[in-house]
């Protein structure tokens, strides 16, 4: 009992402990030669996304998070006290697609790339790109997540089409030069999925590989058909070094 106690102590402590955030961040296309990648602090942040960086969820407690026996709880405490913005980076892309998420080392299947924070909003209010509409679950409070002015790296993900043998989204059942595209492996899919699970009556949104990922590529989730529907946009597509590609 005393051995775990102390588990808890050093965990609880850690998570105490002030860190300064930061994200890395590229100076050009991760494809191109010369890139310099250098430490994007708060200020910075700040000043050229107009966010403040949060990685941890400011509506849940780290003690409930701790005290779940969930093994994903185990997993985001983990990843809490580990972050992956020191071993994934920011990278832009263009002008108009803005910058992804590229990551320097290889991930395994089922590496917890983080999880959605941000403002909490009465579910459905509010219309911004960055807003996360969590599911009504019976055993779940109904609420959204806006990351447009906080939040951490996992909302700087691209879209990239979801595209397994198992599960086709809509968007490439429907669309033949894209399913072309993809099998000729000209166009990146989906290498992350997101889950959603619920810790004390609150939902969060969490990002894991779902697939093995090598060092340089980008990491994307599938928005889904319906987030591009809704406004009236023809999504980019991506190969694996984030270089935006055409389907014609």
Avoid at 1 to 16: D, P, S, W
Avoid at 40 to 54: I, K, N, Q
Avoid at 114 to 127: A, E, N, Q, V
Avoid at 173 to 202: C, G, P
Wanted: one cysteine or more; glycine letters at 6%.
């Amino acid at each position: 009992m005393n051995y775990l106690l102390n588990i808890l102590r050093r965990v609880v402590a850690t998570f105490q402990q002030p860190v300064e955030p930061y994200l890395l961040l590229a100076d050009r296309p991760l494809h191109q030669t010369g890139v310099v990648i250098r430490k994007c602090y708060a200020d910075e942040l700040r000043y050229h996304f107009g966010f403040d960086y949060a990685e941890e969820p400011n509506y849940l407690s780290v003690t409930e998070i701790i005290n779940d026996p969930q093994p994903i709880a185990k997993k985001i405490c983990e990843r809490l006290q580990q972050p992956l913005h020191r071993q994934l980076m920011l990278c832009p892309i263009n002008p108009d697609v803005g910058y992804g998420v590229f990551t320097q080392a290889p991930l395994a299947t089922g590496t917890l790339i983080g999880i959605y924070t941000g403002i909490i909003t009465p579910s459905r209010l509010g219309d911004t790109d960055y807003l996360l509409v969590l599911p009504q679950l019976p055993e779940a409070s109904s609420y959204s997540i806006d990351a447009k002015t906080e939040g951490g790296i996992s909302r700087f993900l691209q879209h990239l089409p979801k595209d397994t043998k198992s599960t086709l989204d809509d968007e490439v059942m429907n669309n033949a030069k894209l399913r072309t595209a993809i099998e000729a492996a000209h166009v990146a899919t989906a290498n992350i999925d997101y889950q959603f699970v619920t810790i004390n009556q609150k939902s969060l949104c969490c990002f894991v590989s779902n697939q093995t990922i090598e060092a340089g590529e980008q990491l994307g989730i599938s928005y889904g058909l319906d987030y591009w529907l809704s406004r009236k946009v023809q999504p980019c597509y991506f190969n694996k070094n984030g270089e935006v590609v055409t389907i014609d």
